[in-house]
């Protein structure tokens, strides 16, 4: 097998590939340029686009030439994939601006792991395309039935499909024929919800110019507690600092069930395959060793060594004796945090008021829930009443620490009045 291909199998990459033996003979005759689409519909990536730039950097690392594509022309549209309605239109302004700070964290990324990638936009081709001609030269390519037939779209049927999502396949196909003319590109990855638009992309190069290309996709990441990838009670998990800072990045990794531990760490990282297992063996306790590294790894390379350092500390600190009163200012100073007056404490503040103050509720309804559930902390001792009051005498050195369950806390400063 070729190594390429080896690696990504062996890692969970593979999914689904049209022509496996021809990709795989293509492969062993020399270098394959191949692509992976990102559209900037969002401001930022987040954990769910991390597979591909992980597969990317892999397979250049064998020696294989990488183009990431930003869709700030298919993004004016919305892939339909994996959507149950259709996606909010953006401004163009929107997604310019989007497509710029994506392609920051892309090269970051790759930077971090010694690789580059050509980077293009595909608003440079499919912005100023007249609609008629399109339709003559690669519309008529198309079969209704045969796009009717994949899943995406099947599943859209049933709760209504729009025109302006039907011609998404078109685009994307377009795209890499593009791609194939100019660059000379045989191959698009991407998650296996794009198997449907990959293949389009593959059939129309064939049809056009009579020659072969191939598509390759990932399974789609779920975690072992029914939760979605990269999702959170908050939201989803971005790359953006701005929008999820790196200690709360951080603590999702290192807060996965222990089930998904050895798959996040061939898909998230680059830790060769026999320290995997080895890691991936670990129970009980000890499988903690195993998430940390996880956790250490995945914000090095989004968020650079120092911030995975002080994270990993202000982790140990939280979860130590006195809310990590021992730790470093630094280490501390990572764990998410609010303050209150000293005044808003005497005139009366019960637990209920003060964890609706953070992002570990969202309302008081839902602090009144954590608490008789008691899944409510503060220092450390578990909220026993929503009526229980909190006092001057709570803060210790000016400050709490909040947790809600086992793995979420949050930091409270208390300012006293002038």
């Not at 194939?180 to 059939?203: E, F, M, P, T």
């Not at 990590?324 to 200012?329: E, H, L, S």
């Not at 103050?357 to 220092?379: F, H, V, W, Y």
Request: charged share 25%; glycine share 8%.
């Amino acid at each position: 097998m070729n190594q390429a291909l080896a690696v990504l199998e062996q890692r969970g990459f593979l999914q689904q590939c049209t022509d496996r033996q021809a990709l795989q003979a293509a492969m062993d005759a020399g270098p394959v340029t191949f692509y992976v689409g990102l559209d900037p519909t969002g401001p930022s990536l987040h954990a769910g686009h991390l597979v591909p730039l992980f597969a990317m950097v892999h397979l250049a690392r064998a020696g294989h030439n990488p183009i990431a594509l930003i869709g700030a022309g298919t993004a004016r549209i919305g892939d339909p994939s994996g959507k149950t309605e259709m996606r909010r239109m953006l401004s163009i302004e929107d997604i310019a601006r989007n497509a710029r700070s994506i392609q920051r964290q892309v090269e970051r990324f790759l930077e971090t792991q010694g690789t580059r990638a050509s980077i293009v936009n595909n608003a440079d081709w499919l912005a100023d395309l007249k609609y008629i001609e399109f339709l003559r030269d690669i519309g008529r390519h198309f079969s209704v039935n045969r796009m009717l037939s994949f899943e995406t779209y099947r599943k859209r049927l049933e709760t209504g499909l729009s025109f302006i999502e039907f011609n998404y396949q078109l685009l994307q196909s377009y795209d890499f024929a593009v791609l194939n003319q100019q660059y000379n590109c045989r191959l698009q990855i991407g998650g296996d919800d794009q198997w449907g638009n990959i293949v389009s992309g593959a059939d129309l190069i064939r049809r056009m110019y009579a020659t072969d290309a191939w598509g390759l996709t990932f399974p789609l990441v779920t975690r072992a507690d029914g939760q979605k990838m990269g999702k959170t009670e908050q939201g989803a998990v971005f790359l953006d600092p701005a929008m999820v800072s790196p200690y709360e990045f951080f603590q999702y990794w290192r807060n996965v069930p222990d089930a998904d531990v050895r798959k996040f760490l061939y898909l998230y990282t680059f830790v060769d395959a026999a320290e995997v297992e080895e890691l991936g063996n670990l129970r009980d306790q000890q499988i903690n060793r195993a998430k940390e590294r996880l956790a250490l790894e995945l914000t090095r390379m989004v968020h650079g060594q120092a911030e995975a350092d002080t994270s990993l500390q202000a982790a140990r600190a939280a979860f130590g004796a006195n809310g990590g009163a021992v730790a470093g200012a630094e280490a501390r100073s990572a764990i998410p945090e609010t303050s209150v007056a000293l005044s808003a404490i005497r005139d009366g503040m019960t637990a209920v008021e003060l964890f609706s103050l953070t992002d570990l509720c969202s309302s008081k309804a839902e602090a009144r829930r954590l608490i008789t559930q008691k899944g409510a902390r503060i220092n450390d001792r578990v909220v026993e009443s929503i009526d229980e009051a909190v006092t001057a005498e709570s803060f210790a050195g000016d400050e709490l620490l909040l947790r809600a369950g086992r793995k979420r806390h949050f930091r409270v400063r208390l300012v006293r009045d002038r």
